[in-house]
């Protein structure tokens, strides 16, 4: 269960008798180390109280849309980016149809449209009910859009009926969440990750640096470590954990940054220039600090190494495998992006758009474009660990196949 650890679970509870399980599925995640939101429909209010789930989930029960208070800040569209994973346990009948319809009339299915992660349902239903054409076509429908579907169980029912549709013992529910944050597609793989900013001291307590607040990097390595793979980390001066079973290594400057990159970037499988090094640092740092004498003063920049470029350019045996490089930049988003992916010999280019004040720098979400040989695609706006995971997949592949 250890997969679950500090993950974010929505758990949407449908109006059916198994209802009273979401409590002790709530309880079995929370255990593994997931932090918790719940969603009910109104049906699900009649079979266990809102208050019950508050107290085992540790927050505030959503019930409706249109909530006048949750809605002045998008409530519906922040739980959405909040959710690495939502579940529906149990999932009626009625709810799978309205989710294979796309329909989205109330807080739940209005969630599951606007997230983009993992959906998960583990149906509830009497047996004849699960057995019916629609019903089986719906879950066709929601297999095809990549919905995970968990169960149902096969025994005596509510009803009194023998069958299949009962739902899935939670222990099992939450096996089979864990196992979508177990992948193992970096097993074996050496992954290098710089994150954050660099500082270049302009005297013994000033410095020019950026805004970068280096979570985007620490996902990166939160979700290659998920992957399989071992996991070095190059950090600039940032307010942030170190990933479990990551090794770090922390720097001040451009070129500490570069000094230890290469060290550890030789021979690596992916090496992911995430930080956002110093473009320029002072020709001369004062030994003293600089006192403020004169209205105007004239500071000389010198170039700063390029890192990820300097990586990209070690010898074959060398140079990682797989080179992924970021850009952050304020106009001209997919232009500049290309330019770097060939004047740096790079097999990817992330961007975003750093002039957004609700994205990228010290945001816990981005929204991204990914540039490769092929062209360009954008990944829907999400949580960094969410796009962390996708990116890693996608890294990942391309090193079984590489082009």
């Not at 002045?72 to 009626?92: Q, S, V």
């Not at 719906?138 to 297999?143: E, K, S, Y």
């Not at 620490?218 to 979700?223: V, Y």
């Not at 640092?281 to 700063?304: C, F, G, H, M, Y």
Request: net charge neutral; proline share 4%.
């Amino acid at each position: 269960m250890g997969h679950l650890n500090n993950r974010n679970i929505i758990i949407g509870v449908s109006g059916g008798i198994a209802a009273y399980k979401s409590a002790e599925l709530i309880r079995l995640l929370r255990k593994a180390g997931a932090k918790t939101k719940v969603i009910m429909t109104r049906g699900a209010t009649e079979f266990i109280t809102p208050l019950t789930l508050q107290a085992l989930s540790g927050e505030a029960v959503h019930t409706e849309l249109l909530n006048e208070e949750a809605e002045a800040g998008m409530g519906h569209i922040e739980l959405a980016r909040w959710a690495d994973a939502l579940l529906i346990a149990p999932a009626t009948a009625d709810i799978l149809a309205r989710l294979a319809q796309g329909r989205a009339d109330d807080l739940l299915t209005t969630v599951a449209l606007a997230t983009p992660s993992p959906l998960f349902l583990a149906p509830a239903m009497n047996q004849q009910m699960w057995a019916a054409q629609a019903t089986a076509d719906n879950i066709a429908t929601l297999t095809n859009r990549g919905a995970n579907i968990i169960g149902p169980d096969a025994g005596e029912q509510a009803c009194g009926d023998i069958g299949k549709g009962r739902l899935l013992d939670p222990e099992q529910i939450v096996s089979h969440v864990a196992a979508q944050f177990g992948s193992r597609a970096l097993a074996g793989k050496r992954v290098v990750i710089t994150a954050g900013p660099t500082r270049e001291p302009l005297d013994p307590v000033r410095y020019l640096s950026n805004h970068s607040s280096g979570k985007m990097g620490f996902a990166l390595a939160e979700a290659a470590v998920e992957a399989g793979a071992e996991v070095t980390l190059i950090a600039g001066p940032v307010n942030l954990d170190t990933p479990g079973q990551v090794i770090r290594h922390n720097v001040i400057t451009a070129d500490d940054m570069l000094e230890i990159a290469l060290k550890c970037a030789a021979g690596a499988d992916l090496f992911i220039g995430a930080a956002a090094v110093a473009d320029y640092r002072p020709s001369d740092a004062a030994e003293q600090k600089i006192k403020k004498s004169e209205d105007t003063r004239q500071l000389t920049l010198v170039k700063n190494p390029d890192i990820i470029a300097t990586i990209s350019a070690l010898p074959t045996l060398s140079r990682p495998q797989l080179m992924v490089g970021f850009a952050a930049e304020t106009e001209r988003l997919h232009d500049h992006a290309r330019a770097k992916l060939i004047k740096k010999n790079l097999d990817f280019v992330i961007a975003n758009d750093v002039s957004r004040s609700d994205i990228g720098f010290n945001s816990d979400i981005n929204h991204v474009s990914v540039i490769d040989n092929h062209g360009a695609h954008e990944l829907p706006i999400a949580s960094k660990r969410v796009l962390a995971a996708r990116l890693i997949q996608l890294f990942a592949a391309r090193l079984d196949k590489p082009v």
